[in-house]
Nanobody
Framework: QVQLVESGGGLVQPGGSLRLSCVAS????????MGWYRQAPGKERELVAG???????NYVDSVKGRFAISRDNAKKAVYLQMNSLKPEDTAVYYC?????????????WGQGTQVTVSS
């Protein structure tokens, strides 16, 4: 079992920056593909950024060049650095972990952290 705890959300003005953190419990963090999702009111949850066990990253087009995902396996943590924030980035951001094993795929979610971009 994996538990994920996010932190770092808050209120920021347009053009500002925030750094989200997600810390995982358990001993298998290095085996987990990690990602950040977000869900705005009235919209579906979307993948914002992902990072594989090998460190490869991917981003939704709307955040490319502004957001950066990284991981620290020693700290069992994944981060999302968000720069040049826009009002449309306002959402609840969720940390996600995926473990693929011969027995099947397991998905884990954090509780979410609110990010509000407003003047």
């Amino acid at each position: 079992q994996v538990q994920l705890v996010e932190s770092g959300g808050g209120l920021v003005q347009p053009g500002g920056s925030l750094r989200l953190s997600c810390v995982a419990s358990g001993s298998i963090f290095s085996l987990l593909a990690m990602g950040w999702y977000r869900q705005a009111p009235g919209k579906e949850r979307e993948l914002v950024a992902g990072i594989t066990t090998g460190g490869s990253t991917n981003y939704v087009d709307s955040v490319k060049g502004r957001f950066a995902i990284s991981r620290d396996n020693a700290k069992k943590a994944v981060y999302l650095q968000m720069n040049s924030l826009k009002p449309e980035d306002t959402a609840v951001y969720y940390c996600n972990a995926v473990r693929k094993a011969v027995t099947g795929t397991s998905n884990y979610w954090g509780q979410g952290t609110q990010v509000t971009v407003s003047s």
